[in-house]
């Protein structure tokens, strides 16, 4: 089973910061990872797909690299809309493994 | 506008069964793999099944295989998720997605609302 694991598990930031979120694999996933972002009672939203590619609509400050075992969010410049849960999903195999999510707020 | 809407969750004691819908619009239904996703109150997601866009093929998580059965009726635009013997465990919400594609890679792109499942006696 492929496991997935973010850093940090929360993190304090500010608006304007530029913030990166980690997410690892317990195996060779080349770029079959996405990246979500999930607010309080809302269901996730695609930003990323394919560890780099920005989803239709998703504003540019986001960005992801990062191939094989290891991959990285970025948010560029920290917006008040952006404060919120971010999750990780491998999609090499049929399981859809997610990280633990990595929860960004407020300094 | 593509829209997936579920409904069906609600209170149901240990051992118990519901059938969750998820009613699809704003896309060719039948050309999509579709999933299930759930998330217990206040922890992550959790991946639990999906189904071929045509239906003959389907998935489980270990933790809800041989008790929860995905369907789908392409003529009625909509997905569901029959669960048998539920737990304490399966309290969450539940969610259905949209699966799409671009150059070999898949992703969530569409999310339903998420509806609630509570497991307690």
């Known amino acids: 089973d492929i496991q997935m694991t973010q850093s940090p598990s929360s993190l304090s930031a500010s608006v304007g910061d530029r913030v990166t979120i980690t997410c690892r694999a317990s195996?060779?996933?080349?770029?079959?990872l996405n990246w979500y972002q999930q607010k309080p009672g809302k269901p996730p939203r695609l930003l990323i797909y394919g560890a780099s590619s920005l989803h239709i609509g998703v504003p540019s400050r986001f960005s992801g690299s990062g191939s094989g075992t290891d991959f990285t969010l970025t948010i560029s410049s920290l917006q008040p809309e952006d404060f919120a849960t971010y999750y990780c999903q491998q999609t090499y195999n049929t399981r859809y493994n997610f990280g633990q999510g990595t929860k960004l707020d407020i300094k | 506008e593509v829209q997936l809407v579920e409904s069906g969750g609600g209170l149901v004691q240990p051992g118990g069964s519901l059938r969750l819908s998820c009613a699809a619009s704003?896309?060719?239904?039948?050309?999509?793999?579709m999933k299930w996703v759930r998330q217990a109150p206040g922890k992550g997601l959790e991946f639990i099944s999906y189904?071929?866009?045509?239906?003959?093929?389907?998935y489980y998580a270990e933790s809800v295989k041989g008790r929860f059965t995905v369907s789908r009726d392409n003529a009625k635009n909509s997905l569901y998720l029959q669960m048998n013997s539920l737990r304490v465990e399966d309290t969450a919400f539940y969610y259905c997605?949209?699966?799409?594609?671009?150059?070999?890679?898949?992703?969530?792109?569409?999310w339903g609302q998420g509806t609630l499942v509570t497991v307690s006696s």
């Open positions: 189904i071929s866009s045509s239906g003959r093929t389907t």
């Open positions: 195996q060779i996933i080349y770029n079959y």
């Open positions: 704003g896309f060719i239904f039948s050309s999509y793999e």
């Open positions: 997605a949209r699966e799409g594609c671009s150059n070999g890679v898949c992703y969530l792109d569409y």
